[in-house]
T-cell receptor, first 113, second 113 residues
């Protein structure tokens, strides 16, 4: 079945550091890929998405590229801020059936001033 | 624009008590989902409803029942609460179009003592 593996946290960075959170997936067909962000006490919000191979999703300075050859969708940001402290979830939506959405276990990011 | 609305936000139950978590969406989405979120385990699917009038089990359905009351509303019922059901519960909905993301409510934090 479908699965998503993302790097374990927590990740602690200083403000303005470069961020990478790794995400790899297993799926049949052509899934859509997503990054969600969860701030403390809130629900998950869509951060960015990509729907086909080589697509790059971007939002709020974050980027991720859909790499079908390596089945990866790594999240990057060039300069993190304290306000980026949150939990980040990688997810995929399968292309068939009821379009199941599968989540990774989440990576907690803490940015210190 | 309300999106996905969950009630209540917090609930404390004693073992053996019952309760229903309510969820409503105003985006005319066909599919709705209930997830639970536990530390270190990401989001796990409890039940989903691909369309009005249908419901199916997800990964962790034991101890829960659901009702898709109409296209807008999808409720989750705990008939006899257990401490293992202490968790944060999220309702979500999705548009049928390929590549569309899940939209989440803000969650219900449930504690069973």
């Amino acid at each position: 079945g479908d699965s998503v593996t993302q790097m374990e946290g927590p990740v602690t960075l200083s403000e303005e550091a470069f961020l990478t959170i790794n995400c790899t997936y297993t799926a049949t067909g052509y899934p859509s890929l997503f990054w969600y962000v969860q701030y403390p006490g809130e629900g998950l919000q869509l951060l960015l998405k990509a729907t086909k191979a080589d697509d790059k999703g971007s939002n709020k300075g974050f980027e991720a590229t859909y790499r079908k050859e390596t089945t990866s969708f790594h999240l990057e940001k060039g300069s993190v801020q304290v306000s980026d402290s949150a939990v980040y979830f990688c997810a995929l939506r399968s292309s068939g059936g009821y379009q199941k959405v599968t989540f990774g276990t989440g990576t907690k990011l803490q940015v210190i001033p | 624009n309300a999106g996905v609305t969950q009630t209540p936000k917090f609930q404390v139950l004693k073992t053996g008590q019952s309760m229903t978590l309510q969820c409503a969406q105003d985006m005319n989405h066909n599919s709705m989902y209930w997830y639970r979120q536990d530390p270190g385990m990401g989001l796990r699917l409890i039940y989903y409803s691909a369309s009005e009038g249908t419901t199916d089990k997800g990964e962790v359905p034991n101890g829960y029942n659901v009702s898709r009351l109409n296209k807008r509303e999808f409720s989750l019922r705990l008939e006899s609460a257990a401490p293992s059901q202490t968790s944060v519960y999220f309702c979500a909905s999705i548009q049928g179009e390929a590549g569309s993301p899940l939209h989440f409510g803000n969650g219900t934090r449930l504690t069973v003592t």
